[in-house]
């Protein structure tokens, strides 16, 4: 149980909270206005990237499926010119089903590293 009045005890979203800064920080570039902007981009980019201590992506542990990045969208990738709406929907069910198993992956991964 961590304290909402000590956030420092939590290690992981101390973690979290100081790779976003940096990118934040990274960002503007000396500047210390206009942030919000910036934030949703730095939030997207953390959430689809692999972490090292679990070896998925966040969106993935949450999800089950890899994000579509804004890249495959136009044009379109391989993945979503040849999934109809219902190929896309059965195989998010497949997932789903298996998040249970890939959450359990990723939280021994953690303790391996």
């Given at each position: 149980?961590?304290?909402v009045e000590h956030p420092q005890a939590n290690g992981q979203?101390?973690?979290?909270?100081?790779?976003?800064?940096?990118?934040?920080?990274r960002r503007l570039e000396g500047k210390y206005k206009g942030w919000?902007?910036?934030?949703?981009?730095?939030?997207w980019s953390y959430h689809t990237t692999v972490h090292s201590s679990t070896?998925?992506?966040?969106?993935?542990?949450?999800?089950?499926?890899?994000?579509?990045?804004p890249a495959e969208?136009?044009?379109?990738?391989?993945?979503?010119?040849?999934?109809?709406?219902?190929?896309?929907s059965e195989a998010l069910k497949e997932n789903l089903d298996l998040q249970e198993e890939v959450r359990e992956a990723?939280?021994?991964r953690e303790f391996i590293v």
């Open positions: 149980f961590i304290s979203a101390e973690s979290a909270n100081k790779v976003i800064l940096k990118a934040i920080t919000v902007e910036h934030l949703l981009p730095i939030l070896g998925e992506t966040p969106f993935k542990m949450v999800y089950g499926v890899d994000a579509m990045i969208i136009d044009p379109p990738s391989w993945r979503r010119a040849t999934l109809t709406v219902t190929e896309n990723a939280h021994f």
